[in-house]
């Protein structure tokens, strides 16, 4: 964190709301202070703000959270103007503006989407502005959509290529047991994801979030996988976060940054299929960096066309994720044929299944 230069900071409904449901305003000013200090080097934040539905509840006059998907999107379009009225004057005493961008899943999914989202974070950055980031939940739905926060700060944090995410919540950090279990204590450094193994990890989300632990950690999996950094600490031990000092639990980073295709590839594409490789074919596609041949495929998994993206598994599962040449009816032609093979059945000048370049391993 010392050395970070851009960070993700996503901090929950249960940090942003009081005991009666209400927005904490003295908590939305803090992180505005804070954030605007950070930003004072030539730095920059983007802030990932739940609380769209917690801050409609009481103008509704709504005394929880809705269940109903109706409610609950009328709840998020009431509270979301709110949010953000709330946080552009926060920072304005500050002299700094900020921007509302909400996300959906099609943002992320869709390449186009994806790139245009990323291209317009950046100009925000450029020219001084904090962005505040939430999932559109007016438009939402409960099968399409990110789900939690959580997850949609680490997909924004490796949009933007951060240097750290950190999430904040209302606990300290990653425990080996839930708080308050006898013998439990706080995990102050996570190195690898073998580690967590041996965390018991519950998801009891506050009684106006969405999230837990769980999704805390499968956000942090995913943006350590993708070289970023995590920070997870407790909402009023920001200021001491973005200093360096050690709070929290600390995720290392695991993986190499991608690119940002790469990137999208492995985490935000929608898969359409499945191709299923010998041990020989998933050697040559994570040790030795090759392109998927047709000789290493053994099944074809589903229907799907030429240019879209597909899980690639071998004996042991997934391993990577890519976009394919052929239309799946192809490929099972192709599939188990050296490229004399396919040359002397006619191919003429045969491509990789999945070029080198196409290719996301995950392994």
């Known amino acids: 964190m010392a050395s970070a230069r851009r960070v993700v900071v996503k901090i929950g409904s249960s940090s942003l709301t009081r005991e009666d449901g209400g927005l904490d305003l003295n908590r939305i000013d803090v992180v505005a202070r804070l954030a605007s200090q950070w930003c004072e080097g030539g730095r920059e934040i983007l802030i990932v703000s739940s609380g769209a539905i917690a801050a409609g509840l009481e103008p509704l006059g709504l005394g929880a959270r809705p269940r109903d998907?109706?409610?609950?999107?009328?709840?998020?379009?009431?509270?979301?103007?709110?949010?953000?009225?709330?946080?552009?004057?926060a920072f304005q005493s500050h002299h700094r503006h900020v921007a509302q961008v909400l996300l959906t899943t099609d943002d992320v999914m869709r390449r186009d989407h994806y790139t245009n989202a990323r291209q317009a974070l950046e100009k925000l950055l450029g020219f001084g502005v904090v962005p505040i980031i939430n999932e559109n939940d007016t438009v939402a739905t409960r099968e399409v959509r990110f789900g939690d926060n959580d997850r949609l700060a680490s997909y924004v944090a490796q949009m933007v290529a951060a240097d750290a995410l950190v999430l904040l919540t209302d606990v300290d950090g990653l425990y080996t047991a839930p708080p308050g279990t006898p013998g439990a204590h706080l995990v102050p450094t996570v190195g690898s994801h073998d580690e967590l193994r041996s965390v018991l990890v519950t998801g009891a989300g506050s009684k106006v979030g969405s999230g837990g632990m769980v999704t805390k950690v499968q956000a942090a999996t995913m943006a350590t996988s993708s070289g970023i950094?995590?920070?997870?600490?407790?909402?009023d031990r920001l200021g001491e976060a973005l200093r360096g000092e050690r709070v929290g639990t600390w995720f290392e980073a695991t993986g190499q940054r991608p690119a940002s295709r790469t990137l999208w590839i492995a985490h935000a594409a929608p898969s359409r299929g499945e191709l299923l490789l010998d041990q020989g074919a998933v050697e040559a596609i994570t040790a030795r960096k090759k392109s998927l041949l047709a000789a290493g495929v053994r099944q074809v998994i589903s229907h799907f066309d030429s240019g879209d993206v597909v899980d690639i598994a071998g004996p042991s599962g997934l391993v990577a994720r890519g976009i394919v040449s052929y239309d799946s009816d192809t490929v099972a032609a192709m599939a188990g044929l050296s490229a004399r093979d396919l040359l002397r059945s006619g191919w003429e000048n045969p491509r990789p299944i999945v070029h080198r370049d196409d290719l996301a391993v995950l392994l």
């Open 229 to 235: 950094g995590v920070l997870l600490t407790h909402a």
């Open 69 to 89: 998907l109706p409610t609950a999107q009328a709840t998020a379009a009431m509270g979301q103007g709110l949010l953000v009225a709330r946080w552009s004057a």
